[in-house]
């Protein structure tokens, strides 16, 4: 059960909610669940006090979640309420997301039906589904809320078995028959006659509005970084690596001085300790950096199963030892949540590929530069002989078949290396999901927020990652900020001979646990054995597969004991 935990229902009648809340809300006070809108036609409930509630002040929406408006002003609570008071449909819902951003889901009762809009980043996760007359809206899908589930829920095995094939790729539809889930972005209306959604905000659209005219993007990530960290306390993840450094340095001096922690984790293996850099990243504001030597995973079933109640595998844990240091140190410090440098990657442009020099040929047509192809060739280290290019062209676009987002609905117009952009960017959706760390207090990503994704979605790759540098564009609009070393830095830090070695460490276990549990008697892991080997491991990188397995195992038998426990 994560910080950011809610449940809202929405009656078709009134009477709906009460009758079914009635027996429940004992059971929901005794797990620590406070009733916090209460109206005869809608109820919302929440385990946490850092998540903002704003009813409506007829009684027939909310607001769950912050708000800013397009300057990084927090939206007042009389402001949250009159928001929540507006009839939902498409076109208000566009007006709410061109006007407004933030860390939301907006509720809102609109002819008998229970419309739900989650905001474009997907920072609070929404599921839905219907119960006895009543639209139920969650975040949360903690056992004490298993009587309000769907009386027909049940295991999707054949969503199981695309979970197994893919490991660790973001997957946006369950594996749980009888809940919907709803994208960052995307209107969804529910009630008796059935659900439909309308997917508002899409990533191909920011780009073909913001084509020729992107935003300056400095100012933009100041103000989510600054709007979002607000006045409270954080725990900062400084990893050593340019993204999070720009977190850092977009914070103001008054920010930086409540952060109780600068964590950087580092391992013994020289290209998995960036030290170096996370100290230089603090060191013009004098603060101290806490150094956490990392030395293996720790894994056990029951480790695995503390995030296994959600409504999809916890990927986001798949460092147990990280989240778990991260999620004390909240703790201790009486922290409001904990803040990264994540999504960086995607929003300014990371991946070194062939596929930015169609982008240069899609958009600027006979004016595309030779220079700009050369810089990208020499970045990519391929031969400008175009046999190579169009392979790699070819791959994409064989890719873009296991694609299966909502953003990636319609890439109408949009250039290869931007397409691979914004897939990128529907995986990071991984990022907002449930970890340990999130159980203690909320997580915030600001380079996923909606106005720094849209910023980075405005700019063509091509000037994202001028002359063949990743993040280009970044680096060089907070280069006066950051220390030398980092806007100078060509490499990134590698954990993948950690991981493989804390893995291979872990062999015994992973072995018993997969072999013998619930996948691979569903037939799912046939071919896994090859991977279960301290060679494998160490040489082809079979870690992260084998950890997103073991993630995988314990969601399913942990709903699988639920689902057991609710037909008894």
Known sequence: MGADSFVALVGDAAGAVDALMAPLRRRLAGAGWSRCVSHPFLEVYAPSDRLRITAALDGHGVLIGEMFDNTGRAASASEGGALACRSLDAASARRIIGEHWGRYVLVRRTGGDAAILRDPSGAIEAVCWRRSGVTVVASSAAPVLDPLLP????????????????????????????????????????????????????????????????????????????????????????????????????????????????????????????????RAVLAREGHALTEVRREGLSLSAERLARTADAFRPATNDIDTDYNDDIAARVREAGAWGSLTGQGGDAVFFQMPSPLIAFDEIQERGVRARPAAVHRIARWTRRSLWPWAWF???????????????PWLDDLRSVPPAKALQISILAFCQTFQGQAARSRRGVCVNPLLSQPVMEAGLSWSTVDLTWGGRDRAAARNAFQDV????????????????????????????????LLGGALAQAGLLDDLETDLSREALLWRGGFSRLLTLALTEAWVRRWTARLEARSR
């Open 151 to 278: 009386e027909d829920l049940a295991l999707d095995w054949e969503a199981v078995s695309r979970l197994v094939s893919r490991g660790g790729e973001y997957r946006h539809d369950l594996a749980l028959d009888g809940l919907t889930p709803i994208a960052g972005g995307e209107l969804r209306t529910v009630g008796a006659g059935g659900s439909r959604g309308v997917q508002i905000w899409r990533p191909a659209d920011v780009y073909r509005r913001g084509r020729g005219r992107p935003p300056e993007l400095r100012s933009v990530v100041q103000m989510a970084v600054r709007s979002l960290a607000g006045d409270h306390t954080w725990v900062a993840e400084v990893s050593g690596g340019l993204d999070s450094a720009i977190v850092a340095a977009s914070l103001e001096t008054s920010q930086r001085n409540r952060v109780a922690a600068w964590v950087n984790h580092y391992v013994e293996q020289p290209e998995g300790d960036e030290r170096i850099y996370a």
């Open 391 to 405: 392979r790699a062209f070819r791959e994409h676009r064989r890719s873009r078949a296991d694609w299966d987002h």
């Open 482 to 513: 950051l220390p030398p070393s980092i806007y100078a830095r060509h490499t990134k830090g590698e954990l993948g001979a950690f991981y493989g070695e804390a893995a291979a460490s872990n062999l015994p276990f992973l072995r018993d646990y």
